[in-house]
């Protein structure tokens, strides 16, 4: 048994042919990654909505497609939302 899956070995294959170029900016890019890691990682604070059952068994459904925990969805979709990563489709411009 392989102890990388195929795309990890592409990616080391990638690293030891010298295919990779530094950041020219390394140290400023470490810094800006690494808080952003620690902002996502960090979950201090606990909130409680109320939603209609229909929308929660939607987003379950969903979660399950997705492989996510549903709670782990609902943050990735207020995250997206947030950070204007979330893009709303209007459904009503299309003919």
Do not use: C
């Amino acid at each position: 048994m392989n102890k990388y899956t195929e795309y990890e070995e592409d990616i080391i294959k990638s690293f030891e042919n010298d295919e990779w170029i530094s950041s020219p900016n390394i140290e400023s890019d470490k810094k800006k990654y690494s808080l952003i890691a620690r902002n996502t990682i960090l979950k201090n604070k606990r909130i409680n909505i109320r939603i209609s059952e229909r929308d929660l068994i939607k987003l379950k459904s969903k979660s399950v497609e997705e492989g996510l925990p549903y709670q782990t969805m609902v943050t990735s979709i207020l995250h997206k939302y947030l950070s204007g990563k979330l893009i709303e489709r209007n459904l009503t411009h299309i003919k």
